[in-house]
């Protein structure tokens, strides 16, 4: 143990930063991996690259579905300029996986964090700082929240940000237009961070730190302090990478918009409507009147990501020339999500804020001695009054350096606004938008078997949440994460994709005509089914399929109770309690209302025949006198994805028995499994109140 101890006393602040690195890349990948089993991850945040990459490995250069569906694009590389894709290509077509994308993000993410050390060391001196800084971004929520976040090109910025800091500071310029090269073939926005980057290194020279840099020389007159300006060794570099950054940015939208097209022999580029593609505010989504669209939550995100820094960056306030573009960016956009911590796009705010954190940190000891003196007496040493004797906690405490608190609280505040914490997850906010379990579901293996029955040539449409399982596949295309949202699939009613690879948690986004097709025995057959997945149930159907179903999992047991709580109120209905009804919640209509009064409760059955009974009341509203053969009291409808219409009647006042709770039976039957089951009532006459009481499915 006391060997132990010793070790990790003679731990340098290099090896602390590599043991956090280690820990953190373990435990991100981790999370990242249980987010995949947890079907999280979707089409257009994994699938995407996914595809990308194995298409390129197999003739068809940076082919994905998603964005050709949604905006014609035929390639990936005219929605970004990702060309470090092609590195990646052998690896993944050596071990095409998701695992294999998150293992190099993480890695990537991870990395980084050195070359922000040394640029801290380079700068400070100082290990500790170094150690601070590199820990920082490490624990920084948009890191956190960016990583866990599926794969994207966006993550590969920090690490060559990075790097070029670290050659730019130490003059070896050479070398840095090289990673400036890498990181404008990552991505579109890395011109203009370099742009600015080069503009904060100007500023530097022109206006030097003592803490920093002793200046070249003072006094003279303006035009002498242009010229030593001007014959810097440190001007004309920045300059170059200006012209050079404008050029490549430029020069690529070129080849995104006009090379590839004749180069891969594609249509040509389309119209982009809805893409952040272009070189004037109006391609690119920006407008003046967008600036007051969720003005305080854009504010608050830049506020939020210095804030997780403690602000550090702000005592060199040259640093404030880093984040210009992007702050105008995301201020000037009507996309909501370019301010959420939790989302790829935390990696470009990154750029600009650790390294900002990196020459924020030359004056830190300067502040953290004003903390001291706040905290303190406030009185010079000298003066202090003398420390009154006390328990072994505060003894401790008085010797605790004066940062250890809000050392602490940043670290705090860093892994509570990420998707670490649980309250984060699940909701479009700044501080999450995803989730995380950690307690995986079962379910996950036997979804990855339904996949591998698809043959990897074959077409096929799949849920958003499955389509990263068939990614690999060159003719799969996915289906969008809610309804009405239009796509461009090239399938309809008269030609149909040979597979339908569908989730229970994804139904409703399942086109009219699809999910009318693959219930029609005449046109596709249920190849596989698992019942018990993160998604509910997952369907595998193939066209022209005749024979049994493999299925995974025990069907839902039957009889099937539900409560009037487990639906929805309609729009003339709502939630109330009856204790004269058999479970005692209650959906009623609204007295006098017309309209759907309940729907639910949204489940699943095993196929066959079936028996389903309902209690239900229908009185009438206070001082009416409805007759009772009023017809078309009570209208209720069965209805489950793929088979619209189980049963659908329409019940007289008098038939249900005139302000009494009735029991209501009737038959259905499907040779297919029925999810998203649905019963549907409505109050059809103002003289009448018509209530739910439960529901059962019983074995016929």
Known sequence: MRSSVRSLARMTPFRWLLLLLTLYAAAAFTLSVARLWELQTDAWDLGI?????????????????????TGAFATFLEVHSAFVLYLLVPLYSAAPSPVTLFAVQTGIVAAAAIPLFVLTRDLTGSGRRALLVGGLYLLWAPTIGGNLFDFHVESFLPLEFFALAVLWN?????WGFAVAGLAFLSLEVAPVLAVFFALFFLARSAWPDDATRRPRGVGGTPLQRLRRFLTGPDTWPNVALIVVAVGAYYLLLFVRMQVLESLFHLP??????????????????????????????????????????????LLDRRTLILPVPWVV??????????????????????????????FGAVRLPKAVRFLEHLVGTGLPPSESPAAPRSGRWRRLARRAPAWTVPLLVLVALNVGLSPLNPYMQGVANTGGGYRISYSIPPGYGVVQDLAAM?????????????????????????LFTSPNHQLFLPFNSSALPTYAFLAEARLSAVPVWLAIAVYNASEYGLEGLAWQTP?????????????????????????????????????????????????????????????????????????????VLVEVRVAPVAGAYPSSNLTGALTVALKAFGAQSLFQHTYAYGALGGGRWVAVSFSVGSPLPLLDLEFQGSCDSTSVVVELGFLVILPA
């Open 329 to 358: 960016f995301t201020l000037f956009t009507w996309i909501p999500h370019y301010s959420f911590l939790a989302n790829q796009d935390g990696f470009v705010a990154a750029v600009p804020v650790m390294i900002g954190l990196a």
């Open 49 to 69: 690259y996914q595809q990308s990459l194995w298409s390129t490995s197999h003739g068809a250069p940076f082919f994905e579905a998603p964005d050709l569906e």
């Open 454 to 478: 698809v043959p990897g040539t074959a077409t096929v449409v799949a849920s958003d949440m499955l389509f990263p399982l068939i990614a690999n596949d060159p003719h799969a295309y996915s």
């Open 535 to 611: 998604a509910g149930p997952v369907l595998l159907f193939e066209r022209g399929l005749e024979g049994p179903t493999v299925q995974f999992g025990t069907p839902p047991s039957l009889p099937a109770n539900y409560s009037s709580a487990s639906f929805q109120p309609g729009p003339d209905g709502f939630q109330t309690t009856d204790p004269t009804a058999s479970w005692s919640s209650v959906v009623s209509s609204i007295p006098g209302g017309l309209g759907s009064t309940w729907s639910g409760p949204g489940t699943e059955a095993p196929s066959g025949n079936l028996s």
């Open 268 to 313: 040509p580029f389309p119209p982009a409507t809805g893409y952040v593609i272009g070189a004037t505010p109006g391609q690119l989504g920006l407008q003046w009147s967008y600036l007051s669209i969720d003005f305080q939550s854009k504010v608050t995100y830049w506020i939020v990501l210095y804030a997780l820094v403690g602000f550090i960056p």
């Open 170 to 174: 130490r003059r070896q310029y050479g």
